[in-house]
């Protein structure tokens, strides 16, 4: 393992673990303890995390961790979600998406040959999605301008606004920071959310994929109230009771 692939892992245990311990990392790692010592004081001078006597923990003070580094996160879920939402696309139709670690799952899973050869149209504000697809000869990919965030590679401000609003995409695939029957589909961050809200508004349907760790969280922002959602997909960890309320409200949800 390089240093670079070794930094990487170390912040995705720190995601899923919200901790990291010198020693248990360095035999996890089959490092000696200095050498994570150094790892954890390079990710602290670029406020990835904070030091603590004998490891490190999230950054609270700073910027959530980049996206690259929570894509291993519950991977299996969001790969069941990606495999369950390209199933609803169709050739020549076009697709909204936002930036997120579920949407990208939904890019990689768009297969690279029929049924989906006549062609999709991939609109979107985030950098590594689009990234992914470009290579793709038969999608076409539609980016908006924007100021970038690099915590989640989208594109937010008036030019990505400006942008979105003259598209009529068929089908949105959001995602989410939570979704919750009252509070509706949230994120963290307010410039997203104003940008995710407009690919709603645009979409004939929009589909919101969370995997079961969003259900009944609320984030700061609302995207959009359930009533403007059709479908959501989620795996089967989702708290049925969640699930239910959200049925409730009239929208349909697919356990993948």
Excluded at 67 to 94: D, F, H
Aim: charged share 20%; with cysteine.
């Amino acid at each position: 393992m390089t240093r670079a692939e070794r930094l990487t892992a170390l912040l995705e245990r720190l995601v899923e673990q919200g901790r990291i311990d010198v020693e248990q990392s360095a035999h996890f790692f089959g490092v000696s303890a200095a050498t994570i010592r150094r790892d954890l004081d390079h990710l602290a001078d670029q406020q990835l995390l904070s030091r603590t006597h004998g490891g490190a923990v999230p950054n609270s003070t700073s910027y959530d961790l980049p996206l690259r580094y929570k894509s291993s996160n519950r991977a299996e879920a969001k790969n069941r979600i990606a495999e369950r939402a390209v199933q609803m696309l169709w050739p020549g139709c076009t697709v909204a998406m936002n930036g997120g670690t579920t949407t990208v799952e939904i890019a990689r899973a768009i297969p690279t040959s029929a049924p989906l050869h006549n062609g999709v149209t991939i609109v979107t504000n985030a950098l590594n999605i689009a990234t992914e697809l470009t290579v793709r000869p038969f999608i076409k990919i539609v980016v908006c301008g924007g100021v970038a965030r690099p915590q989640s590679y989208e594109l937010v401000g008036s030019l990505a606004s400006e942008t979105l609003s003259q598209l009529n995409p068929d089908i949105c695939f959001l995602g989410a920071t939570g979704i919750e029957a009252d509070a509706g589909v949230t994120t963290d961050d307010e410039d997203e959310s104003a940008i995710n809200r407009i690919m709603v508004t645009r979409a004939k349907n929009a589909v919101v994929v969370a995997d079961a760790s969003k259900f009944g969280e609320v984030g700061f922002s609302r995207i959009c109230h359930l009533s403007e959602v059709t479908t959501v997909l989620t795996d089967a960890d989702a708290d049925p009771e969640h699930v239910a309320r959200v049925r409730d409200r009239g929208v349909n949800v697919i356990v993948c």
